[in-house]
């Protein structure tokens, strides 16, 4: 089948870089193979992370195939666009049929990309991870590459007002070293060492951002153990539960 959407989508995306001057940052991007099936596996700091990982794989001239709450496919305006560029919507209530075609998707060479925190990091550091990203590379038999991004909370995340026509901001993606799934015993063994990559990629990519908070005010992106103000781990897992019970009770 043609694509018909997905590349005036990235068209549209690079302009926008170029409007907002994004000081882009792209690194490991020779990681991702260029041709049969592989799991993107990303952190997951802003709304808009699912645009810059999925970057991070066009120099391989690859279009990844995002798994994105099924909500989003029923939008009147992003629900065309999701469906048109073929990613692949996930029912929390019943994720197995969004399991088997993200796999069927794996196995007929396609680029899945995963968000295995599930939600943001209100923290802006790795969350304990879901193993379906693991899962699915070891079923389809498909390598897992850990991708770390940062800068992009700046535009639009959790909890904070969008921002995006800012501009001149700083976007680091790193891709890192594909993980083999047959080096592995089982899906959480992978999905373990998932998260230790993941975390060492984030922390590197944020200790070597080129800028810091410009004063306490603007100190909100940046985590609690690098001196910001971001919530602590434990403090963004009490608002995630916050959140969920508000969600439950309305």
């Known amino acids: 089948m043609p694509e018909l959407v997905y590349p005036p989508v990235i068209a549209a995306a690079k302009t926008m870089f170029r409007v907002l001057d994004l000081r882009l940052t792209i690194e490991g991007s020779h990681h991702v193979p260029r041709t049969g099936g592989a799991v993107l596996a990303s952190n997951h700091v802003s709304y808009l992370d699912f645009i810059f990982c999925g970057y991070g794989a066009l120099e391989s001239r690859r279009l990844v195939r995002f798994m994105a709450k099924d909500s989003v496919f029923r939008h009147k305006v992003s629900g065309p666009l999701m469906r048109g560029m073929k990613h692949i919507p996930v029912n929390r209530a019943a994720g197995a049929g969004s399991y088997a075609t993200a796999v069927s998707a794996l196995r007929r060479g396609e680029v899945v990309g995963v968000f295995p925190e599930a939600t943001i990091s209100r923290s802006f550091t790795v969350k304990d991870l879901k193993n379906g990203a693991a899962r699915m590379a070891q079923e389809a038999s498909v390598p897992l590459l850990p991708v770390a991004l940062w800068g992009t909370q700046r535009l639009w995340t959790k909890g904070r007002p969008r921002t995006l026509t800012r501009r001149h901001t700083p976007?680091?993606?790193?891709?890192?070293?594909?993980?083999?799934?047959?080096?592995?015993?089982?899906?959480?063994?992978?999905?373990?060492?998932?998260?230790?990559?993941?975390?060492?990629?984030?922390?590197?990519?944020?200790r070597g951002y080129p800028e810091q908070p410009a004063g306490p005010d603007d100190a909100w992106w940046q985590p609690a153990h690098l001196g910001g103000t971001a919530p602590t781990p434990e403090e963004a897992a009490e608002l995630d539960r916050q959140g969920r019970r508000a969600r439950s009770t309305s």
């Open 171 to 206: 976007i680091t993606i790193l891709v890192g070293e594909p993980m083999d799934p047959a080096g592995y015993p089982d899906a959480n063994t992978m999905s373990a060492e998932l998260k230790t990559r993941l975390a060492a990629l984030v922390d590197r990519v944020q």
